[in-house]
């Protein structure tokens, strides 16, 4: 299973863009890289996902090396509600009957004003 | 977020209480998911149900059964549990997670969690 580094964490400016590393240099082919953030003692919220190209969706933007081997989250304009506890997550699947997601430490971005 | 849904959201109890957490997801999703945060502690998955069918159980306690009557509601029981199960527990769905597809369509979402104090 293809594992994850991330710094434990990061501050930002409010208004600047938030950019978030994360290391998965044993990445299979078939295997998504997922971002989730969590609030603190709320559920973890999905934002955003990728293969193999760069997505970009209403909350941020995902982009992937080439090699794939590593990947940024990019917050575009950070605010304080973005202060959060940010995972990187490699999707673990098992013959098609589970749906592992292995949540690791993860970094917490915290946003200053 | 209304798409999964959990109650009660805060939950003190005994250790000889019985008591049920009730998860609801309003997203059409076959698959629903039992995760555990203890503090200062990553997420643990304990379950997975997929249509109904318990496809993962993470060598979970028995003190802890979950319960799937329907795609749509997930139950998790809890009887004789000790101070070190107090953590907030997680429910997610997703689609069916055989769908693969290109686009990794089984995107799991998390309700709020109900936060669990065992005195």
């Known amino acids: 299973d293809a594992k994850t580094t991330q710094p434990p964490s990061m501050d930002c400016a409010e208004g600047r863009a938030a950019n978030l590393p994360c290391n998965h240099s044993t990445i299979s082919g078939n295997e998504y890289v997922y971002w989730y953030r969590q609030i603190h003692s709320q559920g973890p919220q999905y934002i955003i996902h990728g293969l193999k190209n760069n997505e970009t969706n209403e909350m941020a933007s995902l982009i992937i090396t080439e090699d794939r081997k590593s990947s940024t989250l990019i917050l575009p304009h950070a605010t304080l509600r973005d202060t959060a506890v940010y995972y990187c997550i490699v999707r673990v699947a098992r013959g098609g009957a589970t749906n592992k997601l292995i949540f690791g430490t993860g970094t917490l971005l915290a946003v200053q004003p | 977020e209304t798409g999964v849904t959990q109650t009660p959201r805060h939950l003190v109890m005994g250790m000889t209480n019985k008591k049920s957490l009730k998860c609801e997801q309003h997203l059409g999703h076959n698959a629903m998911y039992w995760y555990k945060q203890s503090a200062k502690k990553p997420l643990e998955l304990m379950f997975v149900?997929?249509?109904?069918?318990?496809?993962e159980n993470n060598s979970v306690p028995s003190r802890f059964s979950p319960e799937c009557p329907n795609s749509s509601h997930l139950f998790l029981h809890l009887h004789t549990l000790q101070p070190e199960d107090s953590a907030l527990y997680l429910c997610?769905?997703?689609?069916?997670?055989?769908?693969?597809?290109?686009?990794?369509?089984?995107?799991?979402?998390f309700g709020p969690g109900t936060r669990l104090t065992v005195l």
């Open positions: 997610a769905s997703s689609q069916d997670p055989s769908i693969r597809g290109t686009s990794g369509g089984d995107t799991q979402y």
């Open positions: 149900y997929n249509f109904k069918e318990q496809t």
